[in-house]
């Protein structure tokens, strides 16, 4: 059975920072992508971040390049977003998610877990 929880999120102002975490309990987490999706009612859901689990690679969406991390601790079976500078346009809920298949910009999600909300106030 699956299990991701969020947790991290919060209010900041613009160009601050916040550190997001994912809990996750999944069998098979070594052989899997995992990454962070965000969606803002009445919008799109739009990709941020992914990690092979194994390896470490991180792909980003164009919008948090350079600006958010993507990290993960295989001991804690953890995951981690900090995202420094943020912005007004920022401010979503944030969800962990499996990746299903990494298909750039676009990736196929899998399980995601409940979301956490981040506030960003200019």
């Known amino acids: 059975q699956v299990q991701l929880v969020e947790s991290g999120g919060g209010l900041v102002q613009a160009g601050g920072s916040l550190r997001l975490a994912c809990g996750i309990s999944i069998p098979t987490i070594s052989i899997l992508t995992m990454g962070w999706f965000r969606q803002t009612p009445g919008k799109e859901r739009e990709f941020v971040a992914a990690?092979?689990?194994?390896?470490?690679?991180?792909y980003y969406g164009d919008s948090v390049k350079g600006r958010f991390t993507i990290s993960r601790d295989t001991a804690k079976n953890t995951m981690y977003l900090q995202m420094n500078s943020l912005k007004p346009e920022d401010t979503s809920v944030y969800y962990c998610s499996v990746i299903e298949r990494l298909v750039l910009p676009n990736p196929q999600f899998g399980p995601w877990g409940l979301g956490t909300q981040v506030t960003v106030s200019s």
């Open positions: 990690i092979t689990w194994t390896g470490g690679t991180a």
